[in-house]
């Protein structure tokens, strides 16, 4: 692994990095860049009393320790630094898909930074987010969308600033979808084309070629996804709160360990009185996510949130 340092501007952070992130390709910063706020660096190999037996994740206030198994060590110190330190033989791919989502995430609760875990696309001038717990179908239908002129935003973790905009504002992610297979055949792509996950051999990483999404958005819309005839209703109050909380949470066991509990249920309520929340069914059956998602975007219309002339079916690749 490369200790050759880049620069970036990832989620409106400064991030000074030892460790290359092609995902990131898009917020590389110029040179001359302001100074960073948030280092990644690589610690070196581990020695054998320090590697544990098995995965390990630790979290308290201003640290967050996790070791991977065949893969390696994350420290995360006080919402400035991630320090990395990979195991031999481990693949870059690996090491990166973690420090790009967990330890990316606690950096962001370390420096008091509400995100959500969610997809989102483009409507045309503002962001749309999708929640729900893993296997919900939330990448699944940003997919479908973006394949048919709806710029990806988001898929997995992304941050939302609640107090420097009316309405919320919500940065792009890493534009990459992470899709299992049944997904991949139903929206007829091949799954050769892509990346296995490291953890679940049947999810594929998928990386994003359309237009990609670089400034951030007015979040307009929050939509909770489930299964069950097709529905779009408006939640609100303890109904909303509560089913937010648990669809839209990353990471949720480490928050109060952090101490970051109190602030995040109060970010949270501070986020659902700015934006309407909805309650998304549909059938699990993919084959029936033309219909599903053709129901959502009149919803957007009747909404006046989507753009006039979005392109039907925009190139993938």
Known sequence: ?????????????????????????????????????????VRGELTPAETPATFESVAGVGHYRLFVPEVGLFEVRNGNEIKVSPLPGSEDNNVRLYLLGTAWGVVCYQRGLFVLHGSAINTGSSAVAFCAPSGSGKSTLAAWLAARGFPLVSDDLCRVDIASATPPTLYPSVHRLKLWNASLEALGWEKDEFERDHTRMDKYHVPWQGEKQIDPLPLRSIYLLAWGEPEIRRLSGSAALQRFLSAGTYRGRLIEPMGYWPDYCARSIELLQQVPVWEFSRPRDLGAIDTSAERLVQHWRDAGLIRENPNEFAERR
């Not at 490369?2 to 620069?7: D, G, M, R, Y």
């Not at 390709?25 to 990644?40: C, K, L, R, T, Y």
Request: aromatic content about 14%.
């Open 1 to 41: 692994m490369s200790a050759e340092k880049k620069h970036y501007f990832y989620s409106g952070l400064r991030v000074s990095s030892e460790i290359p992130i092609p995902e990131w390709s898009s917020f590389e910063a110029p040179e001359g860049h302001p100074a960073a706020e948030i280092f990644i660096r």
